[in-house]
């Protein structure tokens, strides 16, 4: 059975910074990408940032672009979202989720995280 856990969420100030993580484990990842979205209250799930297998091909959104790193730790089938200078439009509940192809669309990913609540104040 696949599970995806993300933690790290939480309550911060404007301008502050939060690390997200994503354990995955049930199945073999080799080869998969992994992303993460967002959800904000009363809005659209969207794109957020996504990072191939190798961890050497990485896309953001433009709204997260410069703020947000992805990384991952295949070893460990975690991946990561370093989030800096938060704002509070940052607030949404955080998804992570693992698929084939590195995608801005959520469609192309498989497997799906019950996600993890980051609330930027100002």
């Known amino acids: 059975q696949v599970q995806l856990v993300e933690s790290g969420g939480g309550l911060v100030q404007a301008g502050a910074s939060l690390r997200l993580s994503c354990a995955a484990s049930?199945?073999?990842?080799?080869?998969?990408?992994m992303a993460w979205f967002r959800q904000a209250p009363g809005k659209e799930r969207e794109f957020v940032a996504t990072?191939?297998?190798?961890?050497?091909?990485?896309v953001y959104s433009d709204s997260v672009k410069g703020r947000f790193t992805i990384s991952r730790d295949n070893a460990k089938n975690t991946v990561y979202l370093q989030m800096n200078s938060l704002k509070p439009e940052d607030t949404a509940d955080y998804f992570c989720?693992?698929?084939?192809?590195?995608?801005?669309?959520?469609?192309?990913?498989?497997?799906w995280g019950q996600g993890t609540q980051v609330t930027v104040s100002s």
């Open positions: 049930g199945r073999s990842f080799i080869g998969y990408a």
């Open positions: 990072i191939n297998w190798y961890g050497g091909y990485t």
């Open positions: 989720a693992v698929g084939l192809s590195v995608s801005h669309n959520s469609g192309a990913y498989d497997y």
